[in-house]
Every structure is written in structure tokens, then in C-alpha cells.
């Protein structure tokens, strides 16, 4: 099970932002299409990932001037990454180490897709499923 095969589940396209967008605009965009974070990304390598977490520190920093402020400022650096080669349950471990919910998935500096636990966890799940119903199957021949 490997990374690549979740992004051929889920498909490639990764919303991301540049450095300089603000804070508002990162959590509109957070609010918009329901997701926990974003990956920061300048000439398509990632230079860092906005998150949830993110938001709640700099608004408990600085309050609500905090919204005004750069991505470039405020940012998760530097940047955990996996591979689309990587297995997921390597993934996995890394996320639970690093206590962290999305990974950026890189080809050498490029972006080429990003997943989050949830992506992680349901996959694992689905291929548990599918294994036991295969097991099922043969026991009942």
C-alpha cells in the first residue's frame, strides 16, 4: 500500500497558496472547501503548510490582527513530506510521531498531491474490508 495508490483514489489536484497570501485569505479558503490545512507552495516546491492550528495560535499571539499577517509569517516550517513511492503505514508512523494530519506528497522539490490522516486511515480501512471479504469468499468455496 503506498501513497501513490491513495492519490490515484483521490485524485492529484492540491489546493495550495503562496506565502504571501494573508491569514483571512488562507482561512476563507480553510472555511470554503472544508479542509484542515494547506500547503504553502512558491514555483511549485513547498515551502510550508498553513493549518487549523495555525490559526488558533496566531489569533491567541495577536488577536485579530493576526489575520492580516502573511502566510510567510506564520507558517509550519519546516515542512514534513512523503513520497508517492512511500507505504502508507510509514506515513502513518510519521504522523503519529510528529504528531501532524497532512503531508505534502513530492517528486523530487514538486508538489504532486497532499493527503491527510483521514486519507490515510480510510484507505487502510477499505483495504482491511476488501481483504477479509476476499478471506470470506475463499473459506465459503
Known amino acids: ?17 503562496a506565502a504571501t497570501a494573508t491569514v483571512r ?12 490545512a494547506v500547503p504553502v507552495v512558491g514555483e511549485g516546491s513547498v515551502e510550508g503548510i498553513f493549518s487549523e492550528r495555525d490559526v488558533t495560535y496566531c489569533l491567541a499571539r495577536e488577536g485579530a490582527a493576526a489575520l492580516d499577517r502573511t502566510l510567510a509569517e506564520v507558517m509550519t516550517t519546516p515542512v514534513q513530506t ?22 505534502p506528497v513530492v517528486e523530487g522539490e514538486r508538489i504532486v498531491g497532499f493527503v491527510s490522516i483521514g486519507d490515510l486511515v480510510k484507505y487502510r480501512i477499505d483495504r ?5 471479504a476476499a478471506m470470506r469468499a475463499y473459506i465459503q468455496q
Open 128 to 132: 482491511i474490508e476488501a481483504d477479509a
Open 25 to 36: 485569505e488562507a482561512v476563507a479558503l480553510l472555511a470554503e472547501r472544508r479542509i484542515g
Open 1 to 17: 500500500m503506498t501513497i501513490g495508490a491513495i492519490l490515484k483514489g483521490k485524485g492529484g489536484e492540491v489546493v495550495s497558496l
Open 82 to 103: 512523503v513520497g508517492a513511492a512511500d507505504a502508507v503505514i510509514a506515513a502513518l508512523s510519521l504522523m503519529t510521531k510528529r504528531r501532524i494530519r497532512h503531508l
